[in-house]
Nanobody, 120 residues
Framework: VHLAESGGGLVQAGESLRLSCTAR??????MGWFRQAPGGEREFVAA????????FYAESVEGRFTVSRDHAENTMSLQMSSLKPEDTGVYYC????????????????WGQGTQVTVSS
């Protein structure tokens, strides 16, 4: 599956940003967002089933981020609100064949990532 992220940028704390991921290729069960801060490990942010029915969020973003799925556009989006400096990192979208899927090892295809920087 070919994945392409867009929508990253530089914002100030408290502002919002929307990321999108376009997926092309074979079918999958789950789509997820992960992020990686400089020197850090890739961490789970949010995931959604291909149908859009089920969602999971990391505790650190629960209530601030919303993941959604648009089949007509073949995209997954991440609406990020009340951003904090600790949300800074490269955000990756990925697809997997299992649900639930909260670990990087459970995803088999990845995008190139998009940078999100939140200044204080």
């Amino acid at each position: 599956v070919h994945l392409a992220e867009s929508g990253g940028g530089l914002v100030q704390a408290g502002e919002s940003l929307r990321l999108s991921c376009t997926a092309r290729g074979r079918a999958f069960a789950a789509m997820g967002w992960f992020r990686q801060a400089p020197g850090g490990e890739r961490e789970f942010v949010a995931a959604i089933t291909d149908s859009g029915t089920n969602r999971f969020y990391a505790e650190s973003v629960e209530g601030r981020f919303t993941v959604s799925r648009d089949h007509a556009e073949n995209t997954m989006s991440l609406q990020m609100s009340s951003l904090k400096p600790e949300d800074t990192g490269v955000y990756y979208c990925a697809v997997g064949s299992l649900w639930p899927a909260l670990r990087p090892s459970e995803y088999h295809d990845w995008g190139q990532g998009t940078q999100v920087t939140v200044s204080s």
